[in-house]
């Protein structure tokens, strides 16, 4: 027989509101509990407009009192926008300082879109009609370097995520972010869809990032980058383009022990079929996520 992976699998909560409530959080955590999972993530704006460390603090004892390890915590801000990173940096450097407080090692997070330019003049008709600010690798960059710093006071690890549609969004601006901030703390969230949106080999990418990967989601795609539902969707696991069988075997050859988790990110679907509600999504994703570690974590397993 060929041994077995033992994969951790979570589930990011971030179709849960208003987790600052006592009640919602022990539903959530009891949802989360009772499809299977062995570990959770949370965001930070799941805990209300103004989120208070204290709610946040209390969330992650209340997961691990119900078993559960508390992968990481999320915040999504404009960090490589000029003019909106400053005030950017200073809600992620208070979310690093909750992480540490709420004994989360890891806080992913992505760079954010970059404000775009104006359309090219007539004259300079090879230029795509709307480009990145020059000024956005600065921005995303002098960021990093200010939070680099509180996350190493705090003994927190970075864990920037690439995007569709934002400034890091595959493998090349994955690469120059490395290349630009080679901090220790400096880490990376895999995620594969967003590499299959870039018609990218996910297992090469795997690879080559090695241990910089300090977190993964579990998330498909179909189409290519652009508009979301005309151009790509992030299907049900299982039924978009992502090669499960590379990207497990890429996994293992660089042995990652940490947490797999769920992103589902079906929108339409949970709008249209479930009314926002996370639970059923919760249940369908684990269905899911154990058919194709079953099929295809396992060394040996079919390729």
Same mark, same amino acid.
């Given at each position: ?20 409530k006592a009640k919602t959080l ?12 062995? +570990?959770?993530?949370?965001?930070? *704006?799941?805990? =209300?407009?103004?989120? @208070?460390?204290? #709610?946040? !603090? ?87 370097? +200010?939070?680099?710093?509180?996350? *190493?006071?705090? =003994?927190?690890?970075? @864990?920037?995520? #690439?995007? !569709? ?102 929108f339409r679907f949970m709008d ?32």
């Open positions: 027989m060929c041994p077995a992976t033992r994969w951790t699998l979570g589930f990011n909560t971030f179709w849960w509101e208003g987790l600052d022990h539903a959530c955590i009891s949802s989360v509990v009772e499809a299977g999972y062995d +570990a959770i993530e949370f965001k930070v *704006d799941s805990f =209300g407009p103004h989120p @208070a460390k204290k #709610a946040i !603090v209390r969330a992650s004892r209340a997961a691990r009192d119900a078993g559960l390890i508390v992968s990481n915590l999320v915040i999504l801000r404009p960090l490589a926008q000029p003019g909106k990173a400053e005030p950017s940096v200073s809600e992620v450097a208070e979310a690093i300082r909750i992480c540490a407080a709420a004994e989360i090692g890891a806080l992913n997070f992505s760079s954010g879109a970059p404000a775009g330019v104006p359309a090219s003049t007539p004259d300079e008709w090879w230029n795509p009609a709307t480009r990145p600010d020059p000024a956005a690798w600065d921005a995303l960059i002098g960021s990093l370097e +200010a939070l680099t710093k509180v996350a *190493d006071a705090e =003994g927190v690890d970075l @864990a920037l995520e #690439a995007v !569709v549609g934002q400034l890091v969004c595959d493998f090349g601006s994955t690469m120059e972010l490395l290349a630009r901030c080679d901090h220790p703390r400096m880490k990376l969230t895999f995620d594969p869809s967003h590499y299959v949106l870039a018609g990218q080999d996910v297992g090469v990418a795997i690879r080559r990032f090695g241990p910089r990967i300090r977190h993964v989601h579990l998330k498909d795609a179909v189409g290519r980058a652009g508009a979301f539902g005309k151009d790509f969707i992030f299907p049900v696991l299982g039924e978009g383009s992502t090669d499960w069988a590379v990207f497990f075997a890429a996994l293992r050859d660089i042995g990652y022990a940490g947490v797999l988790s769920v992103e589902f990110e079906s249209l079929v479930w009314h926002g509600d996370p639970v059923p999504a919760q249940k369908l994703s684990k269905q899911a996520a154990d058919a194709l570690m079953g099929r295809y974590g396992n060394e040996g397993s079919n390729t």
